[in-house]
């Protein structure tokens, strides 16, 4: 099993920031890859930003050059700075994870709980 457990939203007016913490932890051999994705009110949810084990960055268009995704490795721990926030980006902000276990099968459907993020003027 492997737990998220997100932190770090809140609510910012427009034009700030904010920094997202994912934490992963429980039984499993490696992380492949960690991500945020966000689901806004009445919309799907969608790609934020990817990262690798190899630092392989991917990053969702609404976002590329205001977001930035990193992690460390060591804590299992993903992070993102969401900078130049716009009411749009209100949503809630899911961290996901792609991990080998034990048994070397890889699984990629593992969700936090969500942190809510709103933007306001």
């Known amino acids: 099993q492997v737990r998220l457990v997100e932190s770090g939203g809140g609510l910012v007016q427009p034009g700030g920031s904010l920094r997202l913490s994912c934490a992963a932890s429980?039984?499993?051999?490696?992380?492949?890859?960690m991500g945020w994705y966000r689901q806004g009110s009445e919309q799907e949810r969608e790609l934020v930003a990817r990262i690798t084990s190899s630092d392989i960055t991917t990053y969702g268009d609404r976002v590329k050059g205001r977001f930035t995704i990193s992690r460390d490795g060591a804590k299992k721990t993903v992070y993102l700075q969401l900078n130049s926030l716009t009411p749009d980006d209100t949503a809630v902000y899911y961290c996901n994870a792609d991990v080998t276990r034990f048994d070397h099968s890889r699984r990629s459907g593992y969700w936090g709980q969500g942190t809510q993020v709103t933007v306001f003027s």
């Open positions: 429980g039984n499993f051999f490696s992380i492949n890859a």
